[in-house]
């Protein structure tokens, strides 16, 4: 079973989404929980990450815009995002982290459109 993303959709520059992923307990339980963003024609990277005790870190273009946080009795993690800019294009996928490793596989991920 793999992560499962929703919370997606179109929006203007501005506005705000908030994505969820449902993750496996047996992946999910004491490992950080992350979300990657892959734009069109560019590779997938990591925006946030959020550890099983909640401290929090953000990719640079996104610190003050997007809030990470997760709910360790529903094994599942958000992503709150404002401010949205045509260049936050893309699809969201959430994972589970041991260090540097995924753990637990990728899920559909969820697409977020931008308009300027």
């Known amino acids: 079973v793999r992560p499962v993303e929703s919370g997606g959709g179109l929006v203007q520059a501005g506005g705000s989404l908030r994505l969820s992923c449902a993750v496996p307990?047996?992946?999910?339980?004491?490992?950080?929980a992350g979300w990657y963003r892959q734009a069109p024609e560019k590779q997938r990277e990591l925006v946030a990450r959020?550890?099983?005790?909640?401290?929090?870190r953000y990719q640079d273009p996104v610190k003050g815009r997007f809030t990470i946080s997760r709910d360790n009795d529903k094994n599942a993690v958000y992503l709150q995002m404002n401010s949205l800019r045509p260049e936050d294009t893309g699809v969201y996928y959430c994972a589970s982290l041991y260090q540097s490793l995924i753990v637990g596989g990728w899920g559909q991920g969820t697409q977020v459109t931008v308009s300027s």
């Open positions: 307990r047996s992946v999910f339980s004491g490992n950080d």
């Open positions: 959020i550890t099983p005790g909640g401290s929090t």
